[in-house]
Nanobody, 123 residues
């Protein structure tokens, strides 16, 4: 499956942004989906994940209550709604797909990756 992330940009602290990740070349509803991010000089970290049906969602503590992950299987797209953005949210955001049907927050457990989209939050 190929993943294409979009929606990043430069925003001010407190603003909102919605990322999208469009999938092609596979059966999207068969993939557990996740969002990760990587800031300069730091390791890639888990942000959020969503089950195949969208009924279950998982979040890193740092974004819980501010970010919302969702998916539209009819559009082969997963979203990340980011509210109340902080400067520490600045990173390249990646969407990823996992062929296993259960949750993991480890990047090495995801099989397919998008190219990343830059999010910069100015304070």
């Amino acid at each position: 499956v190929q993943l294409q992330a979009s929606g990043g940009g430069l925003v001010q602290a407190g603003d909102s942004l919605r990322l999208s990740c469009a999938a092609s070349g596979g059966t999207f509803s068969n993939y557990f989906m996740g969002w990760f991010r990587q800031a300069p000089g730091k390791e890639r970290e888990f942000v959020a994940a969503i089950s195949l049906s969208g009924c279950s969602t998982y979040y890193a503590d740092s974004v819980k209550g501010r970010f919302t992950i969702s998916r539209d299987n009819a559009k082969n797209t997963v979203y990340l709604q980011m509210n109340s953005l902080k400067s520490e949210d600045t990173a390249v955001y990646y969407c990823a797909a996992r062929t296993r049907y259960y949750y993991s927050g480890y990047a090495e457990h995801y099989d397919y990756w998008g190219q990343g989209t830059q999010v910069t939050v100015s304070s």
